[in-house]
């Protein structure tokens, strides 16, 4: 059972570059996110979606982009990468929002 | 929004003693509070958690109080053990209102002397 997957686990942006880190999920989820992770900080949540075809804002959502077409899946886009963007960033998915998050191994961005 | 406050940011203890790790929130709609446990290089994991109906819960080592009234939680660890060593993050749920999702308190690196 693969859980929740994230690619790539590591990526080097330039300033300006756009690209999209996936999530995939197997557990036939509802309720999927978005953190990033940044030292000191905790989890800061981006954005979350609650099924497919919905999606909604978080505390940190600016500079990124969702689309949730499908249960299984939860890309997370950033649009024009900035150095305040290097961060650790983890998708989670759930049952409902307030049961056990899974998580994924993060995808570590840095902006240069 | 919600806001979670953990303390302390660093716990050292010798091993087969208790760690005791406290976090408060400012919301008293929240009614889901887990606990994440974090090893180097990997997503956290929830180890925990309580619902706000709830004000005790039990797991082997592991235990989680919850007091409603003054707002607090605690994650206790007894007969600590090496591979207890790991960053814990405590959260809050609260749903309506804005963001539906977890709320993390900053992390407590767990350190477990041998």
């Known amino acids: 059972n693969a859980g929740v997957t994230q690619t790539p686990k590591f990526q080097v942006l330039k300033t300006g570059q756009s690209m999209t880190l996936q999530c995939a999920q197997d557990?036939?989820?509802?309720?999927m996110s978005w953190y990033r992770q940044d030292p000191g900080m905790g989890l800061r949540l981006i954005h979350y979606s609650v099924g497919a075809g919905i999606t909604d804002q978080g505390e940190v959502p600016n500079g990124y982009n969702v689309s949730r077409s499908t249960t299984e899946d939860f890309p997370l886009r950033l649009l024009s990468a900035a150095p305040s963007q290097t961060s650790v960033y983890f998708c989670?998915?759930?049952?409902?929002?307030?049961?056990?998050?899974?998580f994924g191994q993060g995808t570590r961005l840095t902006v240069v | 929004g919600e806001n979670v406050e953990q303390h302390p940011s660093t716990l050292s203890v010798q091993e087969g003693d208790s760690a005791v790790i406290k976090c408060t929130y400012s919301?008293?709609?929240?009614?889901?509070f887990p606990w994440y446990k974090q090893e180097l290089g990997k997503g956290p994991q929830l180890i925990i958690d309580?619902?706000?109906?709830?004000g005790e819960k039990k797991d082997q080592r592991i235990a989680v109080t919850l007091n409603k009234t003054a707002k607090h939680f605690s994650l206790h660890i007894t007969e600590t053990q090496p591979e207890d060593s790991a960053v814990y993050f405590c959260?809050?749920?609260?749903?309506?209102?804005?963001?539906?999702?977890?709320?993390f308190g900053k992390g407590t690196h767990l350190i477990i002397q041998p």
């Open positions: 989670a998915s759930s049952y409902k929002q307030n049961t056990e998050a899974f």
């Open positions: 557990m036939n989820h509802e309720y």
């Open positions: 959260a809050a749920h609260i749903s309506g209102g804005g963001a539906d999702g977890l709320t």
């Open positions: 309580i619902r706000s109906n709830v």
């Open positions: 919301d008293s709609a929240s009614n889901y």
